[in-house]
């Protein structure tokens, strides 16, 4: 390496990117280059705008890389969004951003590549919380991913089939920059038989719909799953969500008559995608309900649900370390506080569809852990946290023990101290596994001086896992064995977790539904 500015060549074409430093929290100063917006598929527009991913146009030269790409993300649906996620104009929305310790072919470094969250609709892979620094310093190459969102990645267009138009073009987005990485990582330092994919929230669903695709299985060997939802919508759950948002913006649910509207138009009437709702009705938390407008599974790119496909095998041999923080959605009803103060929250669970006995025992988990006392709209708030994101750890965790590759769980039980985040809410974990605590925008969700000594335990799983294979901690099985981060800064124990949550799993998806 040299003072001058990195040049790596791609199949495409050169980029140039640049050197950055980095001071750790002791201190410690590392160098490392960024490479950015390197576009790994054509523009997303005109003809190609509902196509499937096509080659990006070659250059001549070598390509300025230090600046990020243009986003799929034209305005956060998030006011304000808890993650800093820039949203950058432009039609090569299609990009990656490379950061890497060691931009020389012959350098074999393990690589991450991350797939960033925001419930397919929103999110961005310019976010400082994804750059992977912290993993440059310790040897690793970092990628990071974009994929289209909302109507342009996920509606189900009727016409899919004529003329380019396809179906699940996001997910087909995650897999033409994995093959990308496959075939360019090398010449950033990387080793492409040495990958982990990563990602939060819709993008810890990513990764669970990649370990379960059978045509993703040569693009990584490791998965980390934070906080994943279940991307498995069925196929007329979605084509029914298209419908509405397409027919609230004027035009037909398909290719042919949505080309003809600004993707701002489908922005504006995301909410068209569930159907109108009596608010003097129960909301039932205790279902299976899916985003609507994720990935879709239509038997040909997404072949099973993700349950399904591990139930079948399908990954079984790839390692996983999948997990969750302990209160993702609870301040969810914290609006409803007052209203619901002094309420006993059992029969208000049983009216939100759990059996009288499961919502005694939400309860009861409720008082043993010490946050009864927060009042029902959290013992309500954590019932939607454990149905959307903590059965789903704990049901795929449990489904793949005792197989081929090593499945381990974690729970982030660390509270924010922020005066407007909740208890360990979702997102809070990115900057501790990322050793990223100096971060834009992480004071404002994890408040003053957040302990570097739990960033020191998470990231040292997260680099152990990604670049050794391992975590140390024993695997999850019988026991329910569950690295536990918190609620102390600088504790990490193993402790059984997500028994709960696994039979809250089984009432939603293998018993019949309590009648309201």
């Given at each position: 390496?040299?003072a001058q500015a990195?040049v790596?060549?791609?199949?495409?074409?050169?980029?140039?990117g640049?050197?950055?430093?980095?001071?750790?929290?002791d201190g410690?100063?590392?160098?490392?280059?960024?490479?950015?917006?390197?576009?790994f598929?054509?523009?997303?527009?005109?003809?190609?705008?509902?196509?499937?991913?096509?080659?990006p146009v070659?250059?001549?030269g070598?390509?300025d890389?230090?600046?990020?790409g243009p986003?799929p993300?034209?305005i956060?649906p998030?006011?304000?969004?808890?993650?800093?996620?820039p949203?950058?104009?432009?039609e090569?929305?299609?990009?990656?951003?490379?950061?890497?310790?060691d931009?020389s072919?012959?350098?074999g470094?393990?690589v991450?590549?991350?797939?960033?969250?925001g419930?397919?609709?929103?999110?961005?892979?310019a976010?400082?919380?994804?750059?992977?620094?912290?993993?440059a310093?310790d040897g690793?190459?970092?990628?990071?991913?974009?994929y289209?969102?909302?109507?342009e990645?996920?509606?189900?267009?009727?016409d899919a089939?004529?003329?380019g138009?396809?179906?699940?073009?996001?997910?087909l987005?995650?897999?033409?920059g994995?093959e990308?990485v496959?075939?360019n990582?090398?010449?950033?330092?990387?080793?492409?038989s040495?990958?982990t994919?990563?990602?939060?929230?819709?993008g810890?669903a990513a990764?669970?719909?990649l370990?379960?695709m059978?045509?993703?299985?040569?693009?990584f060997?490791?998965?980390?799953?934070l906080?994943?939802?279940?991307?498995s919508s069925p196929?007329?759950a979605?084509?029914?969500a298209?419908?509405?948002?397409?027919?609230?913006s004027?035009?037909?649910p398909?290719?042919e008559s949505?080309s003809?509207?600004?993707?701002?138009?489908?922005f504006a009437?995301?909410?068209a995608v569930?159907?109108?709702?009596?608010p003097?009705?129960p909301?039932?938390?205790?279902k299976?309900?899916?985003?609507?407008?994720a990935?879709?599974?239509?038997g040909?790119?997404?072949?099973?649900?993700?349950?399904?496909a591990?139930?079948?095998g399908v990954?079984?041999?790839?390692?996983l370390f999948i997990?969750?923080?302990?209160?993702?959605?609870?301040?969810?009803?914290?609006?409803?506080?007052?209203q619901?103060?002094?309420l006993?929250p059992?029969?208000?669970l049983v009216?939100?569809?759990?059996?009288?006995?499961?919502?005694?025992?939400?309860?009861?988990?409720?008082?043993?852990?010490?946050?009864?006392e927060r009042?029902?709209?959290?013992?309500?708030?954590q019932?939607i946290?454990?149905?959307?994101?903590?059965s789903?750890v704990?049901h795929?965790?449990?489904?793949?023990?005792g197989?081929?590759?090593?499945?381990?769980?974690?729970d982030?039980?660390?509270?924010?101290?922020s005066?407007?985040?909740e208890?360990?809410?979702?997102c809070?974990?990115?900057p501790?596994g990322?050793?990223?605590?100096?971060?834009?925008?992480?004071?404002?969700?994890l408040?003053?001086?957040?302990?570097?000594a739990?960033?020191d335990?998470?990231?040292?799983?997260?680099?152990g896992?990604?670049?050794?294979?391992?975590?140390?901690?024993?695997?999850?099985?019988?026991?329910?064995e569950?690295?536990?981060?918190g609620?102390?800064a600088?504790?990490?124990?193993?402790?059984?977790?997500y028994?709960?949550?696994?039979?809250?799993?089984?009432?939603?998806?293998?018993e019949?539904?309590?009648a309201?």
């Open positions: 390496m040299n990195p790596v060549t791609t199949d495409s074409g050169a980029v140039r640049a050197w950055h430093e980095h001071t750790s929290a410690r100063t590392s160098r490392h280059a960024v490479f950015r917006g390197i576009p598929a054509a523009a997303p527009v005109g003809q190609l705008r509902f196509a499937a991913p096509q080659p070659a250059w001549d070598v390509r890389a230090t600046q990020f986003t993300q034209r956060s998030y006011n304000p969004p808890r993650v800093p996620e949203s950058i104009p432009g090569e929305t299609l990009n990656v951003s490379v950061t890497t310790p931009p072919a012959s350098a470094l393990p991450l590549v991350y797939i960033h969250g419930g397919f609709i929103g999110g961005s892979p976010s400082p919380w994804y750059v992977g620094e912290a993993f310093r690793v190459v970092t990628a990071v991913l974009s289209r969102l909302g109507f990645g996920f509606a189900w267009l009727a089939g004529r003329d138009v396809v179906n699940n073009r996001g997910v987005d995650w897999l033409f994995l990308w496959q075939r990582i090398a010449a950033f330092g990387g080793d492409p040495r990958v994919i990563a990602g939060q929230s819709a810890g990764v669970m719909r370990l379960t059978p045509s993703a299985q040569h693009l060997q490791g998965v980390l799953a906080s994943p939802a279940d991307a196929v007329e979605t084509a029914e298209t419908r509405r948002v397409a027919h609230a004027g035009c037909e398909t290719a949505a003809r509207v600004h993707e701002d138009v489908f009437h995301r909410e569930d159907p109108p709702r009596d003097s009705q909301r039932i938390i205790f299976d309900a899916p985003l609507a407008l990935p879709c599974v239509d040909e790119v997404c072949e099973q649900t993700v349950s399904d591990l139930a079948a990954g079984a041999d790839k390692r997990g969750s923080t302990a209160h993702e959605f609870t301040m969810m009803l914290s609006p409803s506080r007052q619901l103060a002094g006993d059992v029969p208000l009216e939100a569809g759990a059996s009288e006995e499961l919502a005694r025992d939400v309860v009861e988990d409720a008082r043993e852990r010490g946050e009864l009042g029902t709209a959290w013992v309500l708030g019932a946290s454990d149905v959307i994101f903590r789903c704990a795929w965790a449990q489904t793949r023990k197989g081929p590759g090593p499945t381990w769980t974690y982030f039980r660390w509270e924010s101290r005066p407007d985040v208890g360990a809410a979702h809070i974990d990115i501790f990322m050793d990223m605590l100096s971060a834009e925008g992480v004071e404002e969700a408040g003053p001086q957040p302990p570097q739990l960033a335990l998470v990231h040292a799983d997260w680099l896992f990604v670049r050794d294979g391992e975590v140390d901690a024993p695997v999850h099985g019988d026991g329910w569950t690295v536990v981060y609620p102390d600088g504790h990490r124990s193993v402790e059984p977790a028994r709960l949550q696994k039979r809250i799993w089984d009432a939603i998806h293998l019949a539904p309590a309201p």
